[in-house]
Structure formats: structure tokens, C-alpha cells
């Protein structure tokens, strides 16, 4: 059962453009909400996250904006560069029993054009 | 450089064999995450060991197991390989306050595993 629903599934922007990735997750349970990225060859790597009871935070030209009520949160890279390129996931964090588990949404190839 | 080893990089191996990866952790870590990537499921939780005992099991078939050894590196074992379990699988690990909600899962580079 998928729990973090992520779109769109590729992405091309220009070069300047904004890119927006989009989630949605169901369980409330889910606490933490970070963004992983991911080049070719390599695995995923942190790239910003996010508290539920935070509607914005920012880190450089990265940005998650979380709408609790909704249960939706995304990612805005202002500024695409070529260097962005790469495959993100969003993620979901909770507490399993014993263990704090990660539940990834499907991911979003983000092409950025020079 | 996330600090995490995995080995191989690649395996190529036949339906029916068995096959073993390896991961290090980083320095310190005592959490080892192991992930199935395939094209069409994104990454998928298989299991997590904790300073060397099973914590969490997601999707992991009964083929498949893993254990963790006492200087902390994992195995992830593969058997009855089928031509499905061809994937990307990425081992992960995370400093000893894993219970935090902030707690950081790092990935290593992943191995490819291509089952003919």
C-alpha cells in the first residue's frame, strides 16, 4: 500500500524556471517529512526536511511549503539549474514499534534545460 | 561521499542462484537500512538492524534475509534469485539516536543486481 503519493512523475524546466514536486500522504501518524536527491549512479542524499507543525521552511533556493490540514507538502527549487537535475523522493517518518521508519513516494525526474 | 559502503557495485547472476551484498556503515552509525529500488516501485523498505539485532521488517520476502555482525557491516542475502528481484538495493545507515524524528538515514551508492 503506497502511503506517500508523489507527482508528477518527470519534470522538465528551463533554466531560471521554478520546479514544484507535489506529495500527499494519508497516515496521520507520519511526523517528519524530509526530501531526498538523487543523481545517476549515486544514492539518495537529505536535501531539506520538514516538521508538520512548520508551513515553510527554506534553505537556499529550496523550499517545502506543508499544508497539515491537507496532508500535502512540496518542494519549490527556485532558480533551476542544470546541476539540479536529478531524481527526488519525498518522504514520510514515523515510529514503527521499536524503530523509525521512512516511506518514500515514488519519485520525480527533474530535467532542467540550459 | 555519504560514508556508506556497499559492495558490489554490480552482480550479474542467473534465476535460481544466491547472492550476498555487503554494506559499512559509517563510522558510529549503529542503524543499517536496507532498500529495493525498481523502475517502476521507487524504494521500497526491506529491513532495519539496530547494534546487531532485527528492528523492523517492511517488504521483505521470505527469499531474502539479512543480518548485521558485530563490528556493525550488514549482508543482505538474495536466494532463489527471480528475474523481479533485479533492482537497485541501497543500504543506509544512521547515528544511534535513531528514535529522533530528525534522525538522518545515509545512503550508500547502492548495488546493481541484474538477475538473467
Known amino acids: 500500500q503506497q502511503q506517500v503519493k508523489q507527482s508528477p512523475q518527470s519534470l522538465i524546466v528551463q533554466k531560471g524556471g521554478i520546479s514544484i514536486i507535489n506529495c500527499a500522504y494519508e497516515n496521520t501518524a507520519f511526523d517528519y517529512f524530509p526530501w531526498y536527491q538523487q543523481f545517476p549512479g549515486k544514492g539518495p542524499a537529505l536535501l531539506i526536511a520538514i516538521r508538520p507543525d512548520v508551513s515553510e521552511k527554506k534553505e537556499g533556493r529550496f523550499t517545502i511549503s506543508f499544508n497539515k490540514s491537507a496532508k500535502q507538502f512540496s518542494l519549490h527549487i527556485m532558480d533551476s539549474q542544470p546541476g539540479d537535475s536529478a531524481t527526488y523522493f519525498c518522504a514520510a517518518s514515523m515510529v514503527r514499534g521499536s524503530a523509525r521508519q521512512l516511506t518514500f513516494g515514488s519519485g520525480t525526474q527533474l530535467t532542467v534545460l540550459p | 561521499d555519504s560514508g556508506v559502503t556497499q559492495t558490489p557495485k554490480h552482480l550479474i547472476t542467473a534465476t535460481g542462484q544466491r547472492v550476498t551484498l555487503r554494506c559499512s556503515p559509517r563510522s558510529g552509525d549503529l542503524s543499517v537500512y536496507w532498500y529495493q529500488q525498481s523502475l517502476d516501485q521507487g524504494l521500497q523498505f526491506l529491513i532495519q538492524?539496530?547494534?546487531?539485532?532485527?528492528?523492523a521488517k517492511g517488504n521483505i520476502l521470505e527469499r531474502f534475509s539479512a543480518q548485521q555482525f558485530p563490528d556493525l557491516h550488514s549482508e543482505l542475502n538474495l536466494s532463489s534469485l527471480e528475474l523481479g528481484d533485479s533492482a537497485l538495493y541501497f543500504c543506509?545507515?544512521?547515528?544511534?539516536?535513531?528514535?529522533?524524528?530528525?534522525?538522518?538515514?545515509?545512503f550508500g551508492a547502492g548495488t546493481r543486481l541484474s538477475v538473467l
Open positions: 543506509a545507515s544512521s547515528p544511534p539516536a535513531s528514535g529522533t524524528r530528525e534522525n538522518i538515514q545515509y
Open positions: 538492524y539496530y547494534n546487531g539485532e532485527e528492528r
